[in-house]
């Protein structure tokens, strides 16, 4: 088994040096942003070590249950809500060589300490104050490494098992955008009166006997029973079980990215029966015939699927709790603006998908736009046209939202939140059609569950945060400055004519750059994934 995960191991770090020659300045910028972040937890780490070796016993014992229980949510919840499941196996491409399904089973669990490598920080830094401490055992004090089994096998079966679950045509979007919802809770505790009472369940939970933060609390101090230590025991083999099972599905599973006979029936049908046919009636082919293609090929996608449902709920509901706090000058502000803010907030989260890399979704199938007698032009004018009907469609779906949940709207919030949405649009267009040939990225439609944008991907996505930033806060600057909704129209309305300008020039420049290296763009997106791939 060693021998296997040295070979994938080999070969992932050959397919990352490979790489390495290319690094690009956004990817140095992650890896800035990624060293702040964990610094952060290794201070915490650092905190935890000092702080732990001079507390006494009895506030050890009261709130090291509570630490354990903090870490175990974090473990298992975090990666949910951000759609980030860490380093995983292909196991499509490794189930071709032989490779036993213990070695396979073995690197998965190891690989699920990339998802919360946070988590293992404050554990070491926890293991560390418990041996200075003069009072604890020293075979005590390396307890809490008995956590790290848990959580991976459990993190594992529950990773599995929404992956599994999004199998399921019918209930992925909504499981997803449910999933996703959980990252309100804080927020809703913070902004309510609801705060106390959790922390007062916090602490009953944490105090459960059988629960296995409360049993490995207790071993760190030495005071564990006889009873807890087999709970515990117990609880980790469940955990085992359950990820062996799920991850042994996983290798049975043969995914079939093909529409169902009813929907391949309802295609062959003709136009008639096809609501998606409507293109045909008001544009003329190739045109009509791209539209078609692309509506159907993005109603197919549960990874476009899933973002277009949270663009359209999910961006509603995150900022609802801001706004619970009426005596708050930003909850006040909120209010009054619910509607823009909401609205920007899902163009941003369908940027990705829609906007900045209008390729991707397609893979290595975009080279048939390089060898039919069809513009490249005419295919990004086609994709554009797709993402302006479904941005008009999540605005008029806020909307709707934002009126069910007697949310504050007037008519000027609907003319700004139009009218802003319109102005972003089109300069994530200009930039997007550029973006789109210069960094091309293949992108998995069938994964819901995981991040697959790139260093540089995440670097335009915060410029144009930032640009979005600006353009709308000029015009809410106008309107502060004139005291009047008219202010704010004409300046989104002239930053609307900018925009349909830098959209010319840069979707003409976009065309000649892709028929340039149109090579180049092929091969990017025909790319497969490495052995070990990040999510």
């Not at 459990?154 to 999004?166: A, E, T, V, Y």
């Amino acid at each position: 088994m060693w021998q296997q995960i040295r070979a994938i191991s080999w070969a992932q770090f050959r397919s990352m040096r490979n790489h390495l020659p290319r690094t690009s300045v956004g990817t140095v910028l992650v890896w800035l942003f990624s060293a702040l972040w964990y610094g952060l937890f290794t201070a915490a780490g650092v905190f935890l070590a000092i702080e732990i070796s001079r507390a006494p016993i009895a506030d050890l014992a009261r709130w090291l249950p509570v630490g354990f229980l903090a870490l175990f949510l974090y473990w298992q919840v975090v990666p949910l809500f951000t759609l980030s499941s860490g380093w995983s196996l292909q196991l499509k491409k490794l189930q071709a060589y032989p490779v036993s399904n213990r070695a396979l089973f073995g690197i998965e669990v190891l690989l699920r300490i990339t998802s919360s490598p946070e988590m293992i920080l404050l554990v070491i830094g926890t293991v560390a104050g418990l041996l200075r401490h003069l009072v604890i055992p020293f075979w005590a004090a390396w307890a809490p490494l008995a956590f790290i089994p848990l959580n991976l096998f459990l993190q594992l079966g529950i990773r599995d098992f929404i992956l599994h679950s999004f199998e399921r045509n019918r209930f992925r979007e909504v499981f997803a955008i449910l999933l996703i919802s959980i990252a309100v809770i804080p927020q809703v505790l913070v902004r309510s009166g609801l705060g106390p009472d959790a922390k007062r369940y916090l602490f009953h939970v944490s105090d459960q006997s059988a629960a296995p933060w409360h049993a490995i609390a207790f071993a760190s101090l030495g005071h564990a029973s006889a009873l807890e230590a087999l709970l515990f025991c117990g609880w980790t083999t469940l955990a085992y079980v359950f990820a062996r099972a799920m991850f042994r599905k996983s290798l049975c599973e043969v995914d079939d990215f093909r529409p169902s006979g009813s929907s391949a029936r309802e295609n062959a049908a003709g136009p008639s029966r096809d609501f998606l046919a409507w293109p045909s009636a008001i544009f003329r082919d190739p045109l009509a015939a791209l539209l078609q293609k692309e509506f159907h090929c993005l109603l197919r996608m549960p990874r476009f699927r899933v973002l277009f449902g949270m663009a359209c709920i999910f961006s509603v509901v995150v900022f609802l709790p801001v706004t619970l706090k009426q005596d708050d000058a930003g909850a006040h502000w909120l209010n009054q603006n619910f509607l823009p803010v909401v609205n920007l907030y899902g163009l941003l989260l369908l940027s990705d998908a829609l906007l900045l890399n209008a390729f991707g979704l397609d893979g290595g199938a975009a080279q048939i736009y390089f060898v039919t007698p069809v513009s490249l032009e005419t295919v990004i004018k086609a994709k554009n046209l797709v993402a302006v009907a479904f941005v008009v469609v999540q605005s008029v779906t806020v909307l709707l939202v934002v009126t069910l949940i007697r949310a504050t709207v007037t008519p000027g919030s609907i003319a700004a939140g139009l009218a802003a949405s319109a102005v972003v649009t089109v300069f994530l267009l200009a930039v997007g059609n550029f973006t789109s040939v210069i960094g091309p990225r293949p992108v998995d439609p069938k994964q819901t569950f995981k991040k697959q944008a790139g260093a540089r991907m995440q670097l335009w996505l915060l410029g144009c945060s930032i640009g979005m930033f600006l353009l709308v806060g000029f015009a809410f600057l106008a309107r502060y400055a004139f005291n009047s909704d008219w202010a704010l129209l004409a300046v989104l309305i002239f930053e609307f004519l900018i925009g349909l300008i830098m959209y010319k020039f840069a979707t003409e420049s976009a065309v000649a750059k892709g028929m340039r290296e149109r090579e180049r763009i092929v091969e990017a997106l025909s790319k497969s994934a490495s052995p070990v791939s990040a999510g």
